[in-house]
């Protein structure tokens, strides 16, 4: 079965950059078939795509955080990454991993989500 | 951007009832559309994907219909777990979009 885990800090500094790791077990980050994304939800607000990776490298953001969204594969590690730099209070969210389908751009199987909250 | 846009944003329903949420594209997707389930704590859980393609173990009482703007998630007979908030996204372009979600609520 097919699972993914957020990790990284649940705080950051206004201004300093978030970085967030998605670790996949039970299948490989290296199939063809899938792309990698990254979804937030501020507390108790909808849900926001960030952007997706595919096991090459190739990347698609969401143009409302291109400017500051790098997200990375580090397909010997099964993992992929965001950073999201310059953050503010409006970053605070809850930040999910999720396996989008290649062809068809649908989320099959989430991370838990982990909150990230913004605040000096 | 494509707009999703879903009604109501909530309702009150009794177990056994029928319930209809509504999804809006600000244009034409064709059948690129997916409904999620949320529930508290939880992360979204993928439900029906291409608008009717009910996914691998959601139960049949849960079924989409639509296609270019208009798209409808039904539950036919509402039950204790269906109790959630649900979410319509488009998967027609980049960016990727959500609706702003539907809370189904205990009448």
């Known amino acids: 079965q097919l699972q993914l885990q957020e990790s990284g800090p649940g705080l950051v500094k206004p201004s300093e950059t978030l970085s967030l790791t998605c670790t996949v077990s039970g299948g490989s980050i290296s199939s063809s078939r899938f792309y990698w994304g990254w979804i937030r939800q501020p507390p108790g607000k909808g849900l926001e795509w960030i952007g997706s990776?595919?096991?090459?490298?190739?990347?698609y953001y969401n143009p409302s955080l291109k400017s500051r969204v790098t997200i990375s594969v580090d397909s010997s590690k099964n993992q992929f990454s965001l950073r999201l730099s310059s953050v503010t209070a409006a970053d605070t969210a809850l930040y999910y991993c999720?396996?989008?389908?290649?062809?068809?751009?649908?989320?099959?199987?989430w991370g838990q989500g982990t909150l990230v909250t913004v605040s000096s | 951007d494509i707009q999703m846009t879903q009604s109501p944003s909530s309702v009150s329903a009794s177990v056994g009832d029928r319930v209809t949420i509504t999804c809006r594209a600000s244009?034409?997707?064709?059948?690129?559309l997916a409904w999620y389930q949320q529930k508290p704590g939880r992360a979204p859980k993928l439900l029906i994907y291409a608008a009717s393609s009910l996914q691998s173990g959601v139960p049949s009482r849960f079924s989409g219909s639509g296609s270019g703007t208009d798209f409808t998630l039904t539950i036919s007979s509402l039950q204790p777990e269906d109790f959630a908030t649900y979410y319509c996204q488009q998967a027609n372009s980049f960016p990727l979009t959500f609706g702003g979600g539907t809370k189904v609520q205990i009448k």
């Open positions: 999720a396996r989008q389908g290649g062809a068809t751009d649908y989320f099959d199987y």
């Open positions: 244009q034409g997707i064709s059948s690129w």
């Open positions: 990776i595919f096991y090459s490298g190739n990347t």
